[in-house]
């Protein structure tokens, strides 16, 4: 079957999770994006972009759009030639934290409800993101003055799931290169650029290893879609002769190289609905270091919970001083680790996202 997907942010997480289920799928999928950059402007203003870039849809089985825009306008422009719709949430604007200095703007709580209610089908990329999503709905309509719409959790509800996103690498055992102990250990950051990363708290957790006379190499990776935040320029003067990767590393080759030179990817996340940097960096032989909540209990093995995940920046910090002090020890766990990725892998998942469009593309049998 032939299907269209719509993704009005194409990069980062948004670019890998769309360019993966294209590759992968049995079915035919066009692909029609916008960059990624004004998500703000994308949520308002993306439906208007495709709806006349694509003037007549009817020809697809079915639709499949991120939820970074108004699906109830775009439904609205094309009418009755709008197919069957399935939304995949990457995030969501009810739970996502306000950065500093800022206000939230309910407007995008509500598109994303109404988002939630024309779409045929809501896939989450994890079960605490539809927790997390399902559980602020109440609140977020509570703060209407009156005529509250509380029957659209229930709504929502009923057409949720979960199906992780699929990562680009192979299944099967992980082929894990050697740490390099004969320099310092190597710590990744592969971590968007932003507030909701935590580099503050990053570059703290380094410095108080640097007090405590712990040498390590640092790779700042990750993108950056705006201003780079002041914690990275200081860092870059601060720890300079210890970076050996500074800024987006654009091909994936390269990327994945320096991923398999580290010993251990840092996340210090205040918001994390899936994390496809972690376990890209965990499945490359990175041992992981993570906070204990978010959506990190739920891709961590549970035998490994209190070893990988630290419940304050002291425990970070003390953590992070043992591995470096001692890699060696971790390198069996890490192998454990790696291959418990597989199963994020496209070729593992795919099958199950080919069923949604299965389900989806049954309805609209007779359009082609």
Known sequence: MKFLFLEPFYGGSHRDF??????????????????????????????????EKVQDPSDYHGLVVSNLMSLADLKALWGANCPKALVYFHENQLSYPVPPGETM??????????????????????????????????????????YR??????????????????????????????????????????????????????????YSVLSRGQE?????????????????????????????QYGYE?????YLKWLRQGVVVVSTAIQEN????????????????LPNNLVYPELIPQKFHDDCLYNSQEELVERLSLILANPRQYRNKREDLADHMERYSWEFLIDKYDKELDQLGRVNAHRA
């Open 250 to 254: 654009p091909s994936k080759e390269n």
């Open 105 to 146: 703007d309910y407007q995008f709580g509500f598109t994303d409800i109404t988002t939630g209610i024309v779409a045929d089908r809501l896939l989450f990329n994890s079960r605490t993101h539809m927790v997390a999503f399902l559980e602020a709905l109440p609140g977020f309509i509570g703060m209407m003055p009156e």
């Open 149 to 206: 719409p509380r029957w659209v959790t229930e709504q929502i509800r009923a057409k949720a799931a979960v199906l992780y996103p699929g990562c680009n690498y192979p299944p099967g055992p992980a082929n894990l290169k050697s740490w390099d102990l004969c320099q310092p250990p190597l710590i990744i950051w592969n971590h968007r650029w932003e507030f909701d990363k935590g580099p503050e708290s990053f570059f703290s957790a380094l």
């Open 274 to 289: 899936f994390g496809i940097s972690v376990v890209e960096a965990i499945r490359q032989g990175c041992y992981p270091l």
């Open 18 to 51: 769309a360019d993966g289920w294209v590759k992968h799928s049995r079915h035919r999928i066009d692909l029609i994006t916008l960059p990624a950059r004004f998500w703000k402007w994308r949520m308002r203003g993306a439906a208007l972009h495709f709806a």
């Open 216 to 244: 390590f190499r640092l790779a700042l990776l990750g993108e950056n879609f705006q201003l780079v935040p002041k914690g990275f320029t200081t860092a870059k003067k601060k720890f300079a002769k210890r970076i050996v």
